[in-house]
């Protein structure tokens, strides 16, 4: 099962929008809606910032948006602050032999 | 409140074998799908495995197939990650993660390190 591909890095300036994508095949994004997003911090653990394409969990901002279109998801951070900056990476169930795999990780730098 | 508390890591040499441990509380254990994640030093995150709320169901990444092995003990709320036969590429930090059914993994443990290296 080969990683979802997303590109190395990612920037915008306080107060634009900046959004990822995440781009897998039809045997995982393409196949279901249960693509997520993860927000990590240097040394932490991941946080869950979307899942099911376009959910958030309690306690995550509305800023954080996801949407889906074919074999490629996305998500869009708008609004950006300081604390935003960070790895940023996708993840897809992708069928019963494999079930997951994880994005190739976005770096997001707060100018 | 949700707690996953892994344990375990350590230095171990190539070919050794090394258990980790995660200990949850603060949910019903048995009512939810778990994983165990990892992460190389300066690299992405890679899923390792996952097992059902019943433990019936099980699978493993295809890199660790044949020697890593997922369980679970819900009396003890305990999930588990037998590794065997380990690889210097095996070095990463591992976390233990809840399943959003499905849809993602909601709550992570802080990971433990494992070392393989001679």
């Known amino acids: 099962q080969s990683a979802l591909t997303q590109p190395p890095s990612a920037s915008g300036s306080p107060g634009q929008s900046v959004t990822i994508s995440c781009t897998g095949t039809?045997?995982?994004?393409?196949?279901?809606?249960?693509v997520s997003w993860y927000q990590q911090h240097p040394g932490k653990a991941p946080k869950l910032m979307i899942y099911?394409?376009?959910k958030r969990p309690s306690g995550v901002p509305d800023r954080f948006s996801g949407s889906k279109s074919g074999n490629t998801a996305s998500l869009t951070v708008s609004g950006l602050q300081a604390e935003d900056e960070a790895d940023y990476y996708c993840?897809?169930?992708?069928?019963?032999?494999?079930?997951?795999?994880f994005g190739t990780g976005t770096k997001v730098t707060v100018l | 409140q949700v707690q996953l508390v892994e344990s375990g890591g350590g230095v171990v040499q190539p070919g050794r074998s090394l258990r980790l441990s995660c200990v949850a509380s603060?949910?019903?254990?048995?009512?939810?799908?778990m994983h165990w994640v990892r992460q190389a030093p300066g690299k992405g995150l890679e899923w390792v495995a996952a097992?059902?709320?019943?433990?019936?169901?099980?699978h493993h990444a295809d890199s660790v197939r044949g020697r890593f092995a997922i369980s679970r003990d819900s009396f003890e709320n305990t999930l588990s990650l037998q590794m065997s036969s380990l690889r210097v590429d095996d070095t990463a930090v591992y976390y233990c993660?809840?399943?959003?059914?499905?849809?993602?993994?909601?709550?992570w443990g802080q990971g433990t390190l494992v070392t393989v290296s001679s």
């Open positions: 993660t809840r399943d959003l059914s499905g849809g993602g993994c909601d709550y």
């Open positions: 603060g949910f019903i254990f048995s009512s939810y799908t």
């Open positions: 097992i059902s709320e019943d433990g019936n169901r099980i």
């Open positions: 039809s045997s995982d994004v393409g196949a279901y809606n249960y």
């Open positions: 099911d394409v376009n």
């Open positions: 993840s897809s169930y992708a069928g019963s032999n494999n079930p997951y795999v």
